[in-house]
């Protein structure tokens, strides 16, 4: 499991980073959340506290009066570090739990936020460390203006946490909050997509250590054309050439409802090309099954196609499932995700993130493994996205094995390659079309 920290300063954003991550799909805890589930009404939190404040930090209603502590510890230095020393370790074997928790349930990728991350010393137990920040001045701005505290308090606030240049230079990556809602929102998606991209975990590890696909060197693009399909014009053995000049030595042709121009590479290029037909279903989605043997007619509903693929001994690779159009805008994946065996986490022609965020979380809510495919329909998008992973014999049962140590890259195109499929299309129609094979 890939375990993030999520910190910064008082009003960098680091709330809001979290937030449109867990609206993308990732589990996500604050320390806000546990700190209050540490002091809960009869728990042993709340007695300790109790014991070294007294009931005047009580509310009405018998629950810490927030507002009350927080006044009386930043006033108070000796104050605040007894209430950490009291909260701290409750605070940690609740996130233990929730990780172990997240664990169980198979979730690969969690995030826990925590404001005081460096000053208590919680960085080394995190795979990754992500950092809020906005300007001083911006952030005393917005805590003022947004959360009507008292200036001179948060002033206090900000005097006893690090100083935020000292945390931008202990992070893996830095977020900076300057702008809008909406560009901090388009940052953090970035970065998530980013780094749900280069990271993945073995399903049956135990720990929340790094876990890079040891040994992988063989690269695999999942998704591909050629002038089999309806709307590309690239040769066959021209992709295979391209895929191999830079660095890809697999890849899956997968031409829409058409199998013979695979089959045929497939043959040629035992090692090199994996069969496959990208099969347009009766709900007019997408479904891609890999290792064919005998082409599924298009218009075949998704779930006989998930079977088909099944009793032809193949993969069902799920690509785009979030695409508009061509993936339904996600109307399907829910109900198809357990039948597949591989969902396409990035695909490279799509240019919103969160398509590409929504498939990882996908992938990750049934357990399916993770494939990414450039989607090419012209040679210069070929092998711009693929999977990394070990060498295994190119059958359906030892890719499943690498592909659990799979790490996933990718780029997304140009929105000017859509116009070459536009033209392919009009090409095909015309006398002269190329011959595939």
């Not at 954003?13 to 589930?37: I, M, N, Q, T």
């Not at 890079?212 to 089999?228: C, E, N, T, V």
């Not at 690509?319 to 109307?331: L, V």
């Not at 919103?352 to 040679?379: I, M, V, W």
């Amino acid at each position: 499991m890939v375990s993030v920290a999520i910190t910064g300063s008082v009003g960098s954003g680091k709330s809001e980073v979290a937030g449109f991550w867990a609206h993308a799909g990732v589990p996500v805890v604050s320390a806000d959340e546990l700190s209050r589930w540490a002091v809960r009404p009869g728990s042993e939190g709340l007695k300790k506290v109790l014991q070294a404040f007294g009931d005047r930090v009580l509310g009405p209603d018998g629950s810490l009066d927030r507002t009350h502590m927080r006044a009386l510890v930043f006033q108070d230095e000796a104050a605040r570090l007894r209430l950490e020393s009291i909260l701290h370790p409750h605070i940690k074997e609740l996130r233990e739990a929730w990780i172990r928790d997240r664990r169980a349930e198979g979730h690969s990728f969690v995030v826990s936020e925590i404001p005081l991350l460096f000053e208590v010393g919680l960085d080394s137990e995190f795979n990754i460390i992500v950092v809020v920040d906005a300007p001083t001045e911006e952030r005393l701005r917005r805590l003022v203006l947004r959360r009507e505290l008292d200036e001179t308090e948060v002033r206090r606030i900000m005097a006893v946490q690090m100083d935020p240049v000292e945390k931008r230079r202990r992070a893996d990556h830095v977020v900076v909050n300057d702008g809008s809602l909406a560009d901090l929102r388009q940052r953090a998606l970035a970065l998530l997509e980013q780094l749900r991209s280069e990271w993945v975990v073995s399903r049956d590890s135990d720990g929340i250590g790094r876990a890079p696909a040891s040994g992988a060197d063989l690269r695999i693009d999942f998704h591909m054309h050629s002038s089999g399909s309806h709307d590309c014009l690239s040769h066959p053995e021209a992709v295979l050439a391209t895929a191999q000049s830079r660095g890809v030595g697999r890849i899956a042709l997968t031409d829409h409802n058409r199998l013979d121009v695979s089959l045929a590479m497939a043959e040629r290029y035992p090692d090199a090309v994996i069969p496959a037909e990208e099969v347009r279903t009766a709900e007019g989605i997408d479904v891609i099954g890999l290792y064919l043997r005998s082409e599924i007619p298009k218009g075949t509903p998704a779930r006989d196609v998930c079977d088909q693929v099944h009793d032809q001994g193949g993969l069902v690779y799920l690509p785009h499932p979030y695409a508009a159009g061509k993936g339904g805008n996600g109307r399907h994946a829910e109900l198809l995700a357990p039948h597949v065996d591989v969902v396409e986490v990035f695909n490279g022609r799509l240019h919103d993130p969160r398509q590409n965020l929504l498939a990882a979380a996908l992938a990750e809510r049934h357990g399916r493994l993770r494939g990414a495919g450039s989607d090419a329909h012209t040679l210069g998008e070929v092998a711009r996205s693929w999977v990394e992973l070990p060498v295994h014999l190119n059958e359906p049962g030892a890719l499943m094995e690498a592909l659990a140590l799979g790490r996933v890259h990718g780029t997304t195109a140009s929105r000017w390659v859509h116009l070459a499929s536009g033209w392919a299309k009009v090409r095909h129609r015309l006398p002269g079309a190329p011959r595939p094979c």
